[in-house]
């Protein structure tokens, strides 16, 4: 086949812009990058080969880093498992994850620091490579295959693909490098000491040997002989001892072994020699990848056997709620060729995975009390796992425990992070129940008509205004003993005696006012299921609350976005007694019958309630006509 241009895909393109031009300021991680893409091709093999007889590995699995002062180039080569011409075009010219778009705008819009970041969470290995090459080439070939590709570009937004010869399977990558990197002014990466050095540096954990040539000369004037070394060391680093392993070696370990940019915000270093002999090295990361609640979102744990690699993404360690914990779990207790089914049923993964999260849980909770400022950094970025763990744990009293205590809402005290721990440690003796509201953001519900008396009373309020927290607070119904009381919900009252005899001279009103609140019910019809009055308001003149146990009005909103408008939450309005308006009702009413102003005044009230909820009333122009009117009678 002769040579084909392609096109990069249009977001590929944008980010290859982005990535060289402006990203990384360190040069030097492209090596690292290449390292691990070489490194991983090999683990695929020798997984492979463990079920394909057809690819036995014939020869030792090696990566040959070579700079070439002759032809100016770097060229990393791996014997790996090698891509099809479809696997190229698939893996080299697209970026197939989801969130791409939103990533780039988030991008755009970034600073050069805050775009680091970003990067890091997203990941772009190959295309480093244009950090410090004009011209790349990849020739490959997968194993058990015939046929080898060559793959050509200078990233500036079209590749050529060509079929081409290559004696054995695996990845050859060609870096023409850019004039800059060749010269002894910054960087010189024709320079075998300069490369070893980086190799150490940022790839000395691979557990491949890592190769390069040197010319030795026994003597000053002898011919020089070339000699191949193995520059990695190849000592997985959680077979060391914690204490002799420094922070910046983890560091540089999860960024080389999990593909991460940045160092992550904690580590785990477990090592348990029970039942079950295992050690973990595990890591939150400083940010959540961008489809941590997506499908495609892959979670789980690498799993080795005797410091061998078995295979990438294990889920069956830990419950799906800590999918954001990344790392590896290393057991001579499991077999080198366990299959992904048989692991699922394994009595060590379990017992391993039970004391892995027990063991996550327990540093939670202690970065909560020592760090709190580092707990709230957690927080903000995998608060909504432990929500959603609390949430799937409806039968399974043990899991809610162990993270209830790790939960943190704002409050309507100050706005800051409070566990629920504090905030019933606040509550006054009168408390008897948890109060909390939900809505989009802390003003929407600062704003909330309820909210008037209870700050007056100085209660506090805890503030949901994730869509999981409700179902979250649903799911534990109580802590320490106090229920939790939405205070948009129709059993919603303050306990304490001054708004008890308020109520009671309210529910006095309501006796004498039922007819008008059941014509009032009658004009509105059957979006709501009572019309009745509250003593909860202030100045505010209605409020729509919910019904017990069904879905609110928030959780109505979130089903809707799911596209699962059958559940509906059951609306009851609510008059303020005191206000001006309920006596206009009243005058109205006593008019007597079919009186149409009455009846626009019910609506209208009702629409405003939906308004004060942020929910849209079914015919907004219609409101607006009768606002309108009232306005002018
Ligand atoms: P990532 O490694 O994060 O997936 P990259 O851009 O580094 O992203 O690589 C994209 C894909 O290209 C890899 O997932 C892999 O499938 C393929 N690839 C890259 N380098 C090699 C290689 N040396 N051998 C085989 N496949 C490779």
Redesign the pocket.
Same mark, same amino acid.
């Given at each position: 086949m002769s040579v084909e241009k392609m096109q990069f895909q249009a977001e590929t393109k944008r980010l290859l812009d982005l990535v060289v031009n402006s990203i990384y300021t360190n040069k030097e991680i492209f090596l690292r990058?290449?390292i691990?893409?070489?490194s991983?091709?090999l683990d695929?093999l020798r997984i492979e080969s463990l079920t394909n007889t057809e690819l036995a590995q014939d020869e030792e699995p090696e990566i040959f880093v070579i700079p070439d002062i002759d032809t100016k180039t770097i060229t990393?080569s791996?014997n *790996?498992?090698?891509?099809t011409r479809d696997?190229v075009i698939s893996?080299?010219g697209t970026?197939a994850k989801s969130g791409t778009k939103d990533f780039l705008d988030k991008l755009r819009e970034s600073t050069a620091a805050a775009a680091q970041e970003l990067i890091g969470q997203f990941?772009?290995?190959?295309?480093?490579a244009f950090i410090v090459a004009d011209k790349v080439e990849?020739i490959?070939r997968k194993a058990d295959t015939d046929s080898a590709v060559k793959w050509t570009s200078d990233g500036a937004g079209e590749y050529e693909l060509e079929d081409c010869d290559k004696d054995s399977h *695996?990845?050859i990558?060609v870096l023409h490098l850019k004039p800059e990197f060749t010269t002894d002014n910054e960087y010189n990466f024709l320079d075998r000491y300069e490369i070893e050095r980086l190799v150490k540096k940022y790839s000395d954990f691979v557990r491949y040997p890592i190769k390069m040539n040197f010319e030795v000369r026994d003597n000053a004037d002898a011919e020089p002989t070339i000699e191949i070394r193995t520059v990695n060391s190849m000592k997985p680093l959680w077979t060391r001892s914690k204490s002799e392993i420094t922070r910046e070696e983890y560091d540089e370990f999860f960024k080389q072994q999990l593909?991460e940019w940045e160092p992550p915000q904690e580590i785990f270093h477990v090592k348990a020699e029970g039942t079950v002999e295992y050690t973990a090295l595990l890591c939150i990361p400083k940010h959540a990848a961008q489809n941590l609640y997506y499908s495609d979102y892959e979670a789980g744990l690498q799993l080795y056997s005797r410091h061998v690699f078995i295979m990438d993404k294990c889920k069956d360690f830990l419950p799906d709620y800590l999918r954001f914990v990344k790392g590896l779990v290393d057991s001579p207790d499991l077999p080198l060729n366990i299959s992904r089914e048989l692991l699922q049923q394994s009595v060590e993964v379990k017992v391993i995975g039970r004391a892995l999260e027990k063991n996550i849980l327990k540093q939670l909770g202690k970065l909560l009390h020592d760090e709190r400022d580092k707990y709230e950094e957690f927080w903000r970025e995998f608060g909504k796992s432990l929500k959603i763990g609390v949430y799937n744990s409806m039968f399974d009293k043990k899991t809610q425990d162990g993270l209830k205590d790790l939960l943190l809402f704002q409050t309507s005290r100050d706005g800051k992070f409070s566990t629920l721990a504090e905030y019933v440690e606040r509550m006054p003796e009168s408390q008897k129940k948890i109060y909390c509201a939900a809505g989009k953001d802390a003003a929407s519900i600062e704003r909330l008509p309820q909210m008037e008396l209870l700050r007056e009373r100085g209660l506090e309020v805890i503030y949901m205004t994730d869509p999981v927290d409700e179902f979250t607070i649903d799911i534990l119904r109580t802590y320490a003993e106090k229920e939790f009381q939405s205070i948009t919900r129709e059993n919603f009252e303050l306990d304490d005696a001054e708004s008890q005899k308020v109520k009671a001279e309210v529910d006095e009103i309501a006796k004498s006012h039922e007819d008008l609140l059941k014509d009032i019910k009658d004009a509105i019809g059957d979006n709501v299921k009572e019309v009745r009055l509250t003593s909860q308001l202030k100045s505010s003149a209605v409020c729509l609350v919910t019904g017990e146990g069904g879905p609110s009005l928030t959780m109505e909103k979130t089903f809707a976005a799911m596209n699962n408008p059958m559940f509906k939450a059951t609306q009851i309005l609510e008059l303020n007694p005191n206000h001006a308006v309920f006596k206009k009702l009243e005058n109205l009413h006593a008019l007597g019958k079919d009186n149409s102003e009455f009846e626009d005044l019910c609506t209208t009230l009702y629409s405003l309630a939906l308004l004060i909820e942020g929910v849209m009333p079914a015919d907004p122009v219609e409101l607006a006509n009768k606002v309108t009117a009232l306005l002018t009678r």
């Open positions: 990058e290449l691990s893409n070489a991983d091709a695929k990393i791996d *790996g498992i090698g891509m696997e893996n080299i970026i990941g772009v290995g190959f295309y480093s990849l490959t *695996g990845t990558i593909h």
